[in-house]
């Protein structure tokens, strides 16, 4: 069933998208960090999350993919995007890797 779930067509109103910046920032409980995201995205009514990958097994870097979605009407016009994930239950063996369309960051988390 597992290796089916690869197979299955890809979302057309789902896109990965630029970033500008990511940052781990600490929590306000202690030993928990947050990760934040900015940048523009494409389009004014484009909703942007922060989407973890699923793993079998715990990676050295956890990816979370920076996910632009389109719900009805799309307008061409930029606007600026700040979204966040605490990365509790989300973290690999030596941090994250936020995957963006242009390019890849990786943080060591402690």
């Not at 799309?74 to 242009?102: M, N």
């Amino acid at each position: 069933m597992t290796e089916d779930f690869a197979e299955l067509p890809a979302p057309q109103s789902v896109r990965l998208i630029d970033f500008e910046e990511a940052r781990v920032v600490p929590g306000i409980v202690p030993n928990t960090f947050i990760l934040v995201v900015n940048g523009t995205k494409p389009y004014l009514t484009m909703h942007v999350e922060l989407s973890p990958l699923v793993y079998v097994r715990q990676p050295d870097y956890w990816g979370i993919e920076v996910v632009g979605r389109l719900r009805g009407i799309g307008l061409p016009a930029t606007a600026p995007y700040s979204v966040s994930l605490p990365l509790d239950g989300i973290l690999g063996a030596k941090g994250i890797e936020v995957i963006g369309a242009g390019g890849r960051k990786t943080f060591d988390v402690p």
